[in-house]
């Protein structure tokens, strides 16, 4: 499994390849927010992803001390393409902070762009 590691405040300034049309499992995304946590005493986090056809949806994202990691996984990898993950920190129901990285997705064996 790739593992990629990047911080909340440079995520809006990344082009993330997160893998191939059809992979599985492949790819974790590592986002290293102490920064935000050090600042705001409770936020918590959410991520929507939008994918290369246009379908958004939050996608699960879990925590390890100050990571939030994003297990990459088929149904993100559906096509490929430009793809966003937005990530919007909130403390106390009040948005605090927002950030949208750009995804790359690279097309699978053969040249396959949908599976």
């Known amino acids: 499994m790739r593992e990629l590691v990047l911080k909340v405040e440079y995520l809006g300034r990344s082009s993330i390849y997160i893998g191939k049309v059809g992979e599985s499992n492949s ?29 958004s949806y939050p996608v699960n994202i879990s925590t390890d001390g100050n990571y939030i990691i994003w297990d990459i996984n088929r149904k993100d990898l559906y096509k490929a393409g430009t793809a966003y993950l937005k990530l919007v920190g909130y403390e106390l129901d009040k948005k605090v902070i ?16 949908v599976d």
């Open 27 to 55: 790819t974790r995304i590592k986002i290293d927010a102490v920064y935000w946590r050090n600042k705001f005493n409770n936020i918590s986090f959410e991520a929507i992803y939008r994918r290369a056809d246009g379908i």
């Open 98 to 113: 927002s950030t949208t990285g750009i995804c790359f997705v690279n097309p699978g064996i053969n040249g396959i762009t």
